[in-house]
């Protein structure tokens, strides 16, 4: 019989069947080579008849307490790891390069170790003398946060062990290598080897550590992705360049809610935390303005308002524009569908923008009728109701669906001076006086109540 054999990849990971030169996965030359050690693994071969041992079993009712938590004080990024550190986990931190990961990292090392937490901070991209110098101008020097500057995990594991630290922050995931990997600190193989020996190795000691990772932009191949499996959390580190908001971002968490946010500013002195983010996601609101649309929306357990801001003009172009920031593409095309589809409302020769102001991200379906409504006033160039909040989900037939949790949603609103809601129907008695709810079946009531057309 034939010897199976498989080949992979080591800068993408594809797996082939045979030998070539060059990868079809990404391109690059001579760097398919035979896939050793998996040949004698399951799928390859059976695994005989030699029996293993057998492995303890225990039942769901064995009770286990609830993990203990360390806080760093730094609340908004306590709460985006679930109330606070777990011991011997394993985080990932993403984002792009030159979004400040560095800088939360340290200013959370720091805030670990004033809190009493031995914590190690390893830098392979920058130079101790380079982090010191981060550190004097974020005025962290207090804090007992030990550095080092070491790319070798082989090193870097002994140096933890012999240390024996609470809390161990690798910066970056991509400079790590490993001596036994036969490929360049970066490729796919090095950076899941890395994380897995530090992730084991977390466990194994109570260790937890935090993995830095780049996002690259040729689709993430050799980025945070392959690691994700690995980490019990996740957190995406966002914002735009030009602005000077960031969004910490659970997408994946064991211990809390994913999808929880916490919400910093970058100064010229680190990152600052912003305790209420609707406040800052709002513009200056003072004259009511066509296009422009506040949503009270959720992120993970807490209420956020922000403000949606359409602009709609004759298109010199045959094929009109359709540009999107912060919010998807698709789910704008679609909801100018229903528009036109059963409002009667075309948007056809028009050139349509959407922007979500301070460069938050909207990933809720409840923002569609804030779309809609921003959009229309655009067109009509027609001002909404000020102070009113809108929040729905719309169906491809027109339908408006309500969204969960709006008594949390018109208490956010309440509390930021809002007295209007336009929302879908299907709410019954909520405890928030102060606010004038009107609710609607569908979009053409809306259109006809608020903008006085069919
Ligand atoms: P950094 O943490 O190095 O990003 P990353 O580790 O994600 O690559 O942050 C780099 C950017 O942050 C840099 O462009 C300068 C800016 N920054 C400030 O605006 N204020 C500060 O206090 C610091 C330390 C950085
Ligand atoms: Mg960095």
Not at 17 to 23: L, T, V
Not at 219 to 225: D, H, K, L
Not at 279 to 302: C, K, M, N, Q, Y
Not at 309 to 321: D, E, F, G, I, N
Request: net charge neutral.
């Amino acid at each position: 019989m034939a010897k199976n054999r498989s080949y992979s990849c080591s800068s993408c990971g594809t797996s082939f069947n045979k030998w070539s030169g060059r990868c079809d996965g990404c391109g690059e030359w001579n760097t398919i080579s035979e896939d050793v050690g998996l040949s004698s693994g399951p799928g390859n071969k059976s695994l005989g008849s030699k029996r293993g041992t057998t492995t303890s079993l225990t039942d769901l009712r064995t009770k286990e307490t609830p993990p203990p938590r360390t806080q760093s004080n730094m609340s908004e990024f306590d709460r985006v790891l679930g109330g606070g550190l777990v011991p011997a986990s394993a985080i990932l931190v993403g984002g792009d390069p030159g979004i400040g990961k560095s800088t939360l990292l340290l200013q959370a090392a720091a805030q670990f170790a004033r809190g009493g937490l031995k914590t190690i901070y390893v830098s392979g991209e920058e130079s101790s003398a380079q982090v010191r110098m981060r550190a004097q101008r974020l005025e962290l020097t207090d804090a007992s946060v030990q550095l080092t500057a070491e790319t070798n995990l082989r090193d870097i594991l002994t140096t933890l062990e012999v240390e024996a630290p609470g809390l161990a922050i690798i910066d970056s995931i991509q400079t790590m290598w490993l001596d036994t990997v036969d490929s360049a600190p970066g490729s796919i193989s090095q950076v899941r080897a890395a994380a897995h020996e530090l992730t084991t190795f977390a466990k194994r000691k109570g260790i937890s550590v935090v993995l830095v990772g780049h996002v690259t932009k040729e689709g993430q191949i050799a980025g945070p992705r392959v690691v994700e499996h690995m980490v019990d959390t996740v957190l995406y580190f966002e914002g735009e360049r030009g602005h000077q908001f960031r969004i910490l971002r659970a997408v994946k968490n064991r211990f809390g809610p994913a999808d929880e946010i916490g919400v910093f500013e970058m100064t010229g002195s680190g990152l600052a935390e912003v305790a209420n983010p609707s406040a800052l996601f709002l513009g200056d609101r003072s004259t009511p303005t066509p296009g422009s649309v506040v949503f009270a929306g959720i992120e993970g357990t807490r209420p956020v308002l922000c403000e949606l801001q359409a602009l709609v003009a004759p298109s010199p172009h045959s094929q009109p524009r359709r540009t999107v920031v912060g919010w998807d593409g698709g789910r704008l095309a679609m909801i100018l569908a229903v528009l036109e589809a059963r409002c009667g409302i075309p948007f056809a020769g028009l050139d349509v923008y959407l922007n979500v102001a301070g460069g938050m991200k909207i990933t809720e379906p409840a923002a569609d009728l804030a779309v809609a409504a921003a959009l229309l006033s655009a067109r009509e160039d027609s001002a909404l109701p000020p102070d009113t909040v809108v929040f729905g989900e719309i169906s491809l037939s027109g339908a408006l669906r309500s969204a969960p949790q709006t008594e949390n949603r018109l208490k956010e609103a309440q509390k930021l001076g809002f007295t209007g809601a336009i929302a879908a129907k299907g709410n019954k008695e909520l405890g928030v006086s102060k606010i004038k709810l009107c609710q609607m079946s569908n979009l053409i009531e809306f259109v006809g109540e608020i903008f006085g057309a069919g």
